[in-house]
């Protein structure tokens, strides 16, 4: 290094860490270097940029705007680094650490079942999972593999298609013996109909009647952010869900759930894609986990 040439690739990982700890002393810990040291590295990375990144209080640090980009930047830079080390590496048998965010009810119930035979079949490969309905920033190097539901918005990420999912609606037997059992789309008015409550779900549940596709605008007293909470509730006999076939297949098997109007249903499938950051440096765990997950899942 000459002389006045700073380690770049070290000063993004101390602001990422003192990002993700909150303060200079816990960085500090986790990187064996003093309170003073980190606080000089980021008034260094500030006076270089022109622009403060991290809003000091007595007891908080608080990221600013621009602080915020730095971070994606950083977190994106610090991966690609670590992606490109493990492509060399992973010239041999595919090893190292894979990140994997999938939803909650669907990672539980059909991503998590798949890891033990994946990780015998590769074991040099260590599946960190994380089961969130949160969309994680994959090109900010949260995660590796991204599970997704749905249409996909423009990116420069990659996706491939794993599966498609189908919707049911049910309720349990004792809120239909209670309540009675809706005949057609339009007695769904007079029960309590649970919903989701994503920004982009509108409050309706499609039906096909005479023919014709229907939205049918629905009202209930809960709304939820996951499918398995839904579930949940339709097992309570607090009302009628209507959710992903994969999330019922059990308790419609036992009879726990009843199906209800299938004769109007739609048939609408959802495609289920692994999203990641693809290219000719995409690492072998990443590219030997999407071939099981199409291997199994497809």
Request: aromatic share 6%; glycine share 8%; with cysteine.
């Amino acid at each position: 290094m000459r002389h006045g040439e700073t380690d770049r690739t070290g000063e993004l990982e101390i602001f990422a860490i003192v990002a993700d700890t909150g303060s200079f002393s816990a960085a500090a810990r986790t990187l064996d270097l003093t309170p003073s040291a980190v606080s000089r590295t980021i008034a260094r990375i500030e006076a270089r940029l022109g622009v403060r990144l991290i809003l000091r209080t007595t007891r908080s640090l608080a990221l600013t705007a621009e602080g915020q980009s730095y971070l994606s930047a950083a977190r994106r830079i610090l991966a690609d680094l670590n992606d490109a080390e493990q492509a060399i590496a992973d010239q041999g048998a595919p090893r190292g650490r894979i990140r994997v965010s999938a939803a909650l009810g669907h990672g539980r119930l059909c991503i998590v079942p798949l890891l033990g035979e994946f990780v015998a079949r590769y074991p040099g490969i260590l599946v960190d999972i994380n089961l969130t309905d949160a969309v994680v920033d994959i090109a900010a190097g949260q995660a590796d593999v991204a599970i997704r539901f749905g249409p996909l918005a423009d990116s420069p990420l990659t996706a491939r298609r794993v599966g498609e999912r189908g919707r049911m609606v049910v309720a349990s037997p004792a809120y239909l013996a209670a309540q009675g059992t809706p005949l057609t789309p339009d007695d769904l008015h007079d029960h309590n109909c649970l919903n989701f409550n994503f920004r982009r779900a509108e409050p309706v549940w499609p039906f096909i009647e005479s023919g014709q596709a229907r939205a049918l605008a629905v009202q209930g007293n809960i709304e939820a952010n996951n499918g398995e909470t839904l579930v949940q509730l339709a097992l309570q006999s607090v009302g009628i869900a209507r959710v992903g076939a994969f999330n019922v297949v059990d308790d419609v098997a036992s009879g726990r759930l009843v199906p209800l109007l299938e004769a109007f249903n739609p048939g609408d499938r959802e495609p289920i894609h692994a999203v990641f950051v693809g290219g000719p440096n995409m690492p072998a765990r990443v590219r030997v986990f999407i071939d099981y997950l199409v291997e199994r899942l497809c």
